[in-house]
């Protein structure tokens, strides 16, 4: 049998501009949070928030496996899951606010 040879012509296909990334805001609230965390917890958030959560959230904050936006809140509100603690965020044009922080067993009261 005899091998058919398919020519197959190949297209450069354009880049298309991407949108920048979005700006990361914390807010004083937030900053408070981190600040009375115990210290072990304190170092393993910021080592989660600069290597994993602030990445995401620059490039994507409304989808993720630890995002999920919250029903019931105006304005829209979104939570991230970083081990027992959750992040909680607002997406308002390309800036995204870090709220809040709480521990997992205190954020929904």
């Known amino acids: 049998m005899k091998?058919?040879?398919?020519?197959?012509?190949m297209r450069r296909i354009k880049?298309?501009?991407?949108l920048p990334d979005y700006k990361i805001f914390e807010t004083t609230e937030f900053i408070h949070c981190i600040d009375s965390v115990p210290r072990k917890d304190k170092e393993?958030?910021?080592?989660?928030l600069s290597g994993y959560?602030?990445?995401?959230?620059k490039t994507e904050p409304h989808f993720g496996?630890?995002?999920?936006?919250?029903?019931?809140?105006?304005?829209n509100t979104?939570?991230?899951?970083?081990?027992?603690?959750?992040?909680?965020?607002?997406?308002?044009?390309r800036i995204v606010s870090i709220i809040s922080m709480d521990q997992r067993k205190d954020a929904y009261l």
């Open 3 to 9: 091998a058919l040879s398919v020519g197959i012509k």
């Open 15 to 18: 880049k298309v501009n991407s």
């Open 44 to 48: 393993f958030l910021r080592k989660k």
């Open 53 to 57: 959560v602030y990445p995401q959230l």
């Open 65 to 75: 496996t630890n995002i999920k936006k919250l029903h019931g809140y105006e304005p």
């Open 78 to 93: 979104w939570r991230y899951r970083i081990g027992k603690y959750r992040i909680f965020f607002i997406i308002e044009k």
